[in-house]
């Protein structure tokens, strides 16, 4: 019994192997007018090549027919172990033609590209900018990936695996991230297929104890037939690491900047300014002195004659003269 059940598991894993093969094997399989990426090694290009061996470029506006190609390379013993070398290829991207044995063009090969990668997030509970480089602790996550790495979905069929690397405050590097739920999704080897593409709500950092406050750092990768093992470039093979602050509270607001004044130190400072207003009774009595009497002179009685009080020059004499007179006279009439 226990030998009838290995046996259907070893038929069962055998046929599994023969569905996953092929796709494994595609990746690195290429037809004429794929695209192929700059640091691609191990492709299988004798699809793409036919019976020829060599393959050229021609620079813009050069005329194919009839001038020799700008870059030219013999691929003899390279046609199923094919590497798009950086030192070969770096700077001659576009169509590359199969050479025939009198040096012309003899179809589209395939083109040569430039890898581009770059990863975002945003909030999937409430819209937040991503600009900020926060999102509240537990609203949902997803992450966005941009890359001309996708067509490879369509030509070779098989999805493009991009890797999201998130570093946690503490530098430890998560391969897979939990939603609301508790419930994990790996972010390795992402099935890239669009662009852009979208992983759905898969992180909530609401758990302090799996998530803790802090700033964490986001990028992604991809090692294609390990053209990040031979060209590891920053936007490239590599995308430009982003940052993501986990706390509760909008980091543009400041709580320090905000508080008032304390209402203890307008009373102080109104009767500072009226006190300098106003100044005080000694304050004028020092500002404004007092005349002394040289220099207010005293006006005299003899300089201003007072009318009931004062007596005209010999007024006297003349009323004794009257007296003596009037005496005189009256003493005659009597006599």
Excluded: C
Aim: net charge negative; charged share 15%; proline share 8%.
């Amino acid at each position: 019994m226990i030998k009838k059940r290995v046996s259907i598991l070893i038929i069962i894993a055998s046929i599994s192997l023969l569905y996953v093969a092929p796709a494994m094997a595609a990746i690195n399989t290429i037809q004429q007018g794929n695209v192929i990426f700059i640091g691609e090694q191990g492709l299988d290009i004798s699809a793409a090549m036919g019976p020829d061996t060599k393959i050229g470029w021609w620079a813009s506006a050069a005329d194919i027919a009839t001038t020799s190609p700008t870059q030219s390379i013999d691929l003899t013993g390279r046609i199923t172990d094919f590497m798009v070398n950086p030192s070969e290829f770096e700077g001659y991207t576009g169509n590359w033609y199969r050479l025939n044995s009198a040096g012309k063009a003899d179809g589209v090969a395939f083109l040569v590209a430039d890898p581009q990668l770059a990863v975002t997030y945003d909030d999937t509970t409430v819209d937040v900018n991503p600009e900020l480089h926060w999102i509240p602790s537990g609203d949902d996550i997803r992450f966005k990936i941009d890359t001309n790495m996708a067509q490879i979905a369509s030509q070779r069929s098989t999805p493009a695996p991009i890797t999201i690397k998130v570093q946690s405050p503490d530098g430890a590097v998560y391969s897979s991230l939990r939603n609301a739920g508790g419930m994990p999704t790996s972010i390795v080897d992402i099935p890239v297929t669009t662009v852009p593409f979208y992983t759905g709500s898969i992180w909530n950092m609401g758990d302090p104890a799996v998530y803790p406050a802090g700033t964490y750092t986001i990028w992604a990768e991809s090692n294609i037939n390990h053209m990040k093992d031979n060209y590891e470039v920053i936007g490239k093979t590599v995308s430009k690491p982003v940052s993501l602050l986990n706390q509760g509270d909008n980091p543009l607001i400041t709580k320090a900047t905000t508080i008032p004044t304390p209402a203890t130190s307008i009373p102080t400072q109104i009767t500072t300014q009226e006190t300098s207003r106003l100044p005080t009774q000694t304050l004028q009595s020092t500002t404004v002195p007092t005349p002394t009497p040289t220099e207010i002179p005293i006006t005299t009685a003899t300089q201003v004659p007072s009318p009931s009080l004062t007596k005209a020059p010999g007024f006297a004499a003349a009323m004794a003269l009257s007296a003596i007179l009037f005496g005189a006279v009256a003493f005659l009439k009597k006599e």
